[in-house]
C-alpha cells in the first residue's frame, strides 16, 4: 500500500515546474475547448458580432466581436474569457475583423486585466511597468504577444485602446499551460536594498508583486518568485534586458528583521492539498554575504478558518562554501494536509534571496492522510477536528464483528485496485505525452513569412487572406487530439536529429554514398580534404562524436586534424608552468563533465610571462584569467583529451583569438591558464546596451556606435580567417564566445557552452550531448558534418546578434525541435525554410552578406577570407 502511494507521489512531483519558454500552448479559443458560454463582454455593437464571434481564425457571425458604438479613448470596452481553472498565460494573439475580405476593423492596442476569482481584478503591466501592447496593422494579420511577466489567472479581460474615436474588432488566441501548483497568493517581507561598497547596488524587491504592499510587507498577491524566471548565479547580473542589478530576486538582510533571525512567509492555495515537496530557488553567492538558508520550519492550516498545526515539518539544509552556484532546494512536506502553508526560512549568513518558490502535491485527499488537527493557542475555538477511527484512538477496544472486517478488507482491495489503475494512467499519461511531444504538426503553409520585432515582444505572422473556415475549426485527424498545441507546429513524423537521416531519403543516400562519410547531394562536396573529414565517420551524429564535441570542461574545443591523443605528454606543451598558489579564485564560469572554468587572479603573472608578453600593462596590479581545471574524478581519455586541448591552445597566436598563457600540469589538478577580458563576453555587452543616439547621451544610457558593431565584426572575421587558415574548425562560433577588453578588442574564446547563463543556447541531444544547434548549419545538423563552411554559417548567425544587439536568442520564436525541422527545409530547398530576418540596424549590403553565409549549397558561401575582405571597408566609412 505504502509502496503504491511512493509511486504516485514520485509521479507527480515529476511535475509543477513552470517554463514559461515551453509553456505556449493555444487554450481553446479556435478550436472551441473554450465554450461560448465562458466568453462575455461589456458589450456587443450586433448579435453577429457577440463576443462568442472573437475566436481566432474564425469566420462565424460578422466574423469577430465588436464593442457597442465608436470606441472612445477613455472607454473600457472588454472581452471576458474564463479558462475554466488558474492558468500560466504566456503569450497573447489578436486578429481584426476580416469577414472574407469584406472587415476592416481592428485594435491598434489593447490592455488587460485578469482575476484569479472573478471578484479582484488586478491590472498587467510588463516588467517596465508599461500597460499597453501594441496590436494589430490591419484586419487579418495574426499578431503574437509575448507576456513579460507572465500572468497567473483563471479570467481574463482584453480591453481595446485606441487614441483616436473609431469602431474596433477583435479576434483572439491566449496561450499558456495549467497553473498546476495551484498557488494563488504568498505573502513576506517586501525585499531590500543591497548596497555593498565596491558593488552595484542591488534593489532585490518584487517589482512584478500583483497584491498588497503595507506596511513593508507583501501580501495577497503573486510574483516574481512565481513567473518561471530562474535567477543567476551572480544576482547582479539579471536574465530580463534593460532592468536594475538584482532584480531576478527577491532578498532580505539578517539584521533589518529584528532579532528573530528568519524570513516568514506565508503560502495560500486553491483548495486542500497533499503537499509532497516544496522548491526554492536560491542564490549562495557566498562571498558577497549571500548562502542558501540553513533550514526551514513550516506549519499547515487545513482550512483558511482554521488554526495553524502545532507540529510543523523541519528541514535542516547542507551549506556549501565551496560551488558559488544559485541552486533549487527541495524541502520534503510528507504529505501533510493543507489549505494554507506558513513557513520560517532562516539565515545562514548576512543575506538570503530567493528568485522561484513551487510546490508538488496530490489533487486528492487520501483517507491514509488524515491526521488529528490540534490548534495552536492563538487559533480559533470554532475549528473543527477530524475525527479518528474509535479503534486507533482506544486500542482497548472491541474487535470489529467478522461482517465488519469483510467490508475493511473488501474497502482496502478496492482501494488497491484503484490506486494500481492510477498508476496505470499516469505511466500511460507519460507514454502519450512522450509521443505527443514527438511527433507535433507541421508548420501551416499560411504561417511560413515570418517577422521577428527586435524592438519588442511582438510577432507578426504574415497571413494571406483565406476563404472562412467552415464548421468550429480544421477537421480530419490533425484535430481530434484533445491535447494542447504549440504555437508553430511541427511535421508528425519528426523524432530527433539521428532519424531525419530516415525521414528523408534522399538525404540517407546522399551520406551513404559519400566517401567522406557524412557528404552532401553535389558530387564535388563529396571530394572534401582530409582536414575537412576529419570526424565525419557517420552520416549521422555517431555517440562518441557527440561526447567528444564538449570538450572536457564543457567548451566547445576547436577540432583539429591528425593529433594523436595517446603520444601527448608534458614534454609536447610549450606553455611554461605558472606556481597554482598565485591563482586566486574569483568566480566560478561553469563546468563540464569533467572539469571547470575558473575566474581567477594571477598574482605576479606579468612578470612571469616576461618581455613580449600579451597582456596590456597592468601597472602591478593582479591581472585576471580564466582558468579551465581538470577535476579528479576524470578519466584518462579527459586527461588526454585535455592535454589534447592545451597543444592546441598553444599553437595559437592571433590578436583576435583568446591565448593560452601557461599551465599548471606538474601536478593536479591539470589546469590551462588563458586570458579573460575585463568587459566579458561580447552577449552581456550588447545586451546590456542601446545603439548610440542623442538621447542615450542625454540620459547616459550605456550605446555603442554602428561603427562599433562593424569593427567587431571584422575582428570576428580575421580571427576566425586566421584559424580556418590552419585547418581549425570552432563548432561553436556566437557572441557568448567573444570576449572583449577595455578596448573593444574581441579575442574568440571556446568556452560559452560551460557557462549556465547560455544553457538555453544549447540542445541536448538524448540527454548525453548538448549542441548549439540555433548556430549550426544544416548539415552539421542532419549529419554532423563540421567543416570551414559551417563555421561560417555560425559566423553569419554571429552578425545577426551583434546587430540586433544580442536583445534576442536566434529564431527566439521557434522550439529546439521547430529549428532542427526547419534544417530539414534547407536540406529539401523547396522554399520552406525560414531565415532570420534583416536586424534593423544592419545595412542591407550586410544582411546580403549574412544570407550568403546562409545559402544551402555549400560551395556559394564565402570564405573567411573573402568576409574579411567584404567587411574590412566598411569599418572607414
Not at 515546474?17 to 465562458?38: N, S, V
Not at 473543527?384 to 482491495?413: D, H, K, Q, R
Request: hydrophobic share 35%; glycine share 6%; aromatic share 10%.
Amino acid at each position: 500500500m505504502h509502496l503504491f502511494l511512493l509511486l504516485i507521489l514520485q509521479a507527480i512531483a515529476a511535475f509543477g515546474q513552470i517554463d514559461p519558454t515551453h509553456c505556449r500552448y493555444a487554450l481553446g479559443m479556435e478550436d472551441g475547448r473554450i465554450k461560448d458560454d465562458d466568453i462575455t463582454a461589456s458589450s456587443q455593437w450586433y448579435e453577429t458580432t457577440a463576443p462568442h464571434y472573437a475566436r481566432f481564425n474564425r469566420e462565424e457571425g460578422d466574423g469577430a466581436w465588436c464593442p457597442e458604438g465608436q470606441l472612445e479613448p477613455s472607454d473600457s470596452q472588454y472581452l471576458q474569457v474564463d479558462l475554466g481553472r488558474l492558468t500560466f498565460l504566456t503569450v497573447v494573439g489578436t486578429q481584426g475583423r476580416y469577414a472574407r475580405n469584406s472587415g476592416k476593423e481592428y485594435a491598434r492596442a489593447y490592455r488587460l486585466n485578469y482575476s484569479r476569482d472573478g471578484l479582484l481584478w488586478k491590472s498587467w503591466r510588463n516588467r517596465l511597468g508599461n500597460p499597453v501592447m501594441d496590436a494589430n496593422k490591419n484586419a487579418y494579420t495574426s499578431v503574437i504577444n509575448d507576456l513579460h511577466p507572465p500572468i497567473i489567472t483563471r479570467y481574463i479581460r482584453l480591453i481595446p485602446v485606441t487614441k483616436l474615436s473609431t469602431t474596433v474588432c477583435m479576434r483572439v488566441e491566449l496561450y499558456g499551460c495549467p497553473w498546476d501548483d495551484g498557488l494563488i497568493s504568498y505573502s513576506a517581507p517586501e525585499g531590500q536594498l543591497m548596497m555593498p561598497p565596491g558593488y552595484p547596488s542591488a534593489s532585490l524587491n518584487d517589482s512584478t508583486y500583483d497584491g498588497a504592499h503595507e506596511r513593508r510587507r507583501l501580501f495577497g498577491g503573486l510574483g516574481q518568485l512565481t513567473d518561471g524566471v530562474i535567477g543567476l548565479d551572480n544576482f547582479l547580473l539579471t536574465r530580463q534586458y534593460n532592468v536594475w542589478p538584482g532584480y531576478d530576486y527577491l532578498g532580505w538582510r539578517n539584521d533589518s528583521l529584528g532579532t528573530q533571525g528568519y524570513v516568514e512567509m506565508e503560502f495560500v492555495f486553491d483548495r486542500q492539498r497533499n503537499f509532497t515537496s516544496m522548491k526554492v530557488h536560491s542564490n549562495n553567492m557566498f562571498s558577497r554575504g549571500v548562502k542558501i538558508f540553513s533550514s526551514v520550519s513550516c506549519w499547515f492550516k487545513p482550512r483558511l478558518i482554521a488554526g495553524w498545526e502545532v507540529e510543523p515539518v523541519v528541514f535542516k539544509t547542507v551549506l556549501d562554501d565551496r560551488n558559488p552556484s544559485a541552486r533549487y532546494v527541495t524541502v520534503p512536506l510528507n504529505r501533510r494536509t493543507a489549505k494554507s502553508l506558513r513557513c520560517r526560512f532562516y539565515f545562514a549568513d548576512v543575506w538570503m534571496m530567493f528568485s522561484e518558490i513551487s510546490f508538488q502535491s496530490e489533487d486528492t485527499i487520501l483517507p491514509t492522510q488524515m491526521t488529528l488537527v490540534v490548534t495552536s493557542p492563538l487559533a480559533s475555538e470554532e475549528s473543527t477536528v477530524t475525527p479518528i477511527p474509535e479503534t486507533a484512538a482506544n486500542p482497548s477496544a472491541s474487535v470489529p464483528p467478522e461482517g465488519n472486517t469483510a467490508i475493511l478488507i473488501g474497502c482496502l482491495v478496492t482501494i488497491i485496485l484503484l490506486l494500481v489503475i492510477i498508476i496505470f494512467l499516469i505511466l500511460w499519461c507519460q507514454y502519450v505525452c512522450k509521443v505527443l511531444e514527438k511527433a507535433p504538426r507541421r508548420i501551416h503553409d499560411e504561417e511560413m513569412t515570418v517577422r521577428l520585432s527586435s524592438c519588442s515582444d511582438t510577432i507578426i505572422l504574415q497571413t494571406p487572406p483565406v476563404p472562412p473556415r467552415s464548421g468550429h475549426g480544421p477537421s480530419g485527424p490533425a484535430n481530434t487530439d484533445p491535447h494542447y498545441e504549440r504555437v508553430f507546429l511541427l511535421d508528425p513524423q519528426y523524432q530527433n536529429p539521428a532519424m531525419l537521416r530516415n525521414k528523408l531519403p534522399e538525404l540517407s543516400q546522399s551520406a551513404e554514398a559519400s566517401a567522406c562519410g557524412g557528404g552532401y547531394a553535389e558530387p564535388d562536396v563529396t571530394q572534401c580534404t582530409p582536414h575537412q573529414c576529419f570526424h565525419n565517420n557517420a552520416p549521422h551524429y555517431a555517440e562518441t562524436d557527440i561526447v567528444r564535441l564538449q570538450g572536457v570542461t564543457g567548451s566547445n574545443m576547436y577540432a583539429v586534424p591528425a593529433l594523436t591523443v595517446d603520444s601527448l605528454t608534458r614534454k609536447d606543451i610549450s606553455a611554461a608552468e605558472f606556481p597554482r598558489q598565485q591563482l586566486i579564485f574569483r568566480e566560478k564560469l561553469g563546468e563540464g563533465q569533467f572539469g571547470e572554468v575558473h575566474l581567477c587572479e594571477a598574482e605576479g603573472l606579468l612578470e612571469f610571462l616576461g618581455e613580449g608578453s600579451p597582456l596590456p600593462d597592468r601597472d602591478g596590479h593582479s591581472v585576471l584569467v580564466a582558468v579551465k581545471q581538470l577535476r579528479a574524478d576524470a578519466t584518462s581519455q579527459a586527461r588526454n583529451d585535455f592535454l589534447k586541448e592545451i597543444k592546441i591552445m598553444s599553437r595559437l597566436n592571433d590578436p583576435n583569438i583568446i591565448r593560452l598563457l601557461c599551465v599548471c600540469v606538474s601536478s593536479d589538478p591539470l589546469c590551462m591558464v588563458t586570458e579573460y577580458m575585463e568587459n566579458g563576453d561580447l552577449n552581456m555587452f550588447l545586451s546590456q546596451r542601446e545603439i548610440e543616439s542623442t538621447l542615450t547621451h542625454a540620459n547616459n544610457i550605456p550605446s555603442v556606435s554602428l561603427s562599433n558593431l562593424l569593427h567587431m565584426s571584422v575582428q570576428i572575421a580575421s580571427g576566425m580567417k586566421y584559424l580556418a587558415s590552419l585547418n581549425f574548425v570552432h563548432r561553436d562560433l556566437a557572441t557568448r564566445n567573444c570576449l572583449l577588453d577595455r578596448r573593444l578588442t574581441i579575442k574568440i574564446a571556446d568556452f560559452g557552452m560551460s557557462r549556465n547563463l547560455y544553457s538555453s543556447d544549447y540542445y541536448r541531444i538524448q540527454g548525453r550531448a548538448v549542441l548549439p544547434i540555433r548556430w549550426m548549419a544544416w548539415e552539421s545538423i542532419l549529419l554532423g558534418k563540421f567543416t570551414t563552411a559551417s563555421d561560417v554559417w555560425a559566423f553569419g548567425v554571429t552578425l545577426w546578434e551583434i546587430f540586433t544587439l544580442c536583445k534576442e536568442q536566434p529564431y527566439s520564436l521557434l522550439s529546439d525541435e521547430q529549428v532542427i525541422e526547419n534544417s530539414g527545409e534547407f536540406f529539401r530547398n523547396q522554399g520552406r525554410q525560414i531565415f532570420l530576418y534583416a536586424p534593423p540596424l544592419c545595412p542591407p549590403s550586410l544582411f546580403e552578406l549574412m544570407m550568403r553565409c546562409w545559402s544551402r549549397d555549400i560551395p556559394n558561401r564565402p570564405s573567411f577570407e573573402g568576409l574579411f575582405q567584404a567587411l574590412r571597408p566598411h569599418v572607414n566609412q
